[in-house]
C-alpha cells in the first residue's frame, strides 16, 4: 500500500490546517484502519488520532476536541482538520495503515506497533 501525505504548511498560533493522505491499494479501502502520527525531533512517533471503517475514532488526549480525523471511501483518502492550533503542535506528521489481514480491533489503536505502512511524511510548523 502507498500513503501519500499533504496538507501541511506553517500557521499561526490559533489557526488551522487540513491534512489528506491519499491511500493507493489492491485491497478494499475499508479493510484498513488508518491513524495519524506525529514525531518531533529527537522523539518517537506518537499516534495522534486513529479511525475504522465503522466510524470509530481514537484520539491523543493533547488534540481532544481541537482535531478531527476523517476518511472517505469514495476518495479513498484520510483526513485530519486541526483547528486551534499549538506551538507544540510543530511536528512531522504521518498516516499509517494496519496490516488488512488483520483481526481488527475493538477500538482504533494509537500504539505504532499496530501499523505496517507509513507515509512519508508532511511538516506542520505552528508559530507562537
Known amino acids: 500500500v502507498q500513503l501519500v501525505e499533504s496538507g501541511g504548511g506553517s500557521v499561526q498560533s490559533g489557526g488551522s490546517l487540513r491534512l489528506s493522505c491519499v491511500v493507493t491499494?489492491?485491497?478494499?479501502?475499508?479493510?484498513?484502519?488508518l491513524a495519524w502520527f506525529r514525531q518531533l525531533p529527537g522523539m518517537r512517533r506518537e499516534g495522534i488520532a486513529a479511525?475504522?471503517?465503522?466510524?470509530?475514532?481514537t484520539y491523543e488526549d493533547s488534540v481532544k476536541g481541537r482535531f478531527t480525523i476523517s476518511r472517505d471511501k469514495s476518495k479513498k483518502t484520510l483526513y485530519l482538520q486541526m483547528d486551534r492550533l499549538k506551538p507544540e503542535d510543530t511536528a512531522i506528521y504521518y498516516c499509517?495503515?494496519?496490516?488488512?489481514?488483520?483481526?481488527?480491533?475493538?477500538?482504533?489503536?494509537?500504539?505504532?506497533?499496530?501499523?505496517?505502512?507509513w507515509g512519508q511524511g508532511t511538516q506542520v510548523t505552528v508559530a507562537s
Open positions: 491499494s489492491e485491497d478494499d479501502f475499508n479493510n484498513y484502519c
Open positions: 499509517a495503515a494496519d496490516d488488512p489481514g488483520g483481526l481488527g480491533y475493538t477500538t482504533p489503536p494509537l500504539a505504532e506497533y499496530h501499523y505496517r505502512d
Open positions: 479511525a475504522d471503517f465503522d466510524g470509530r475514532t
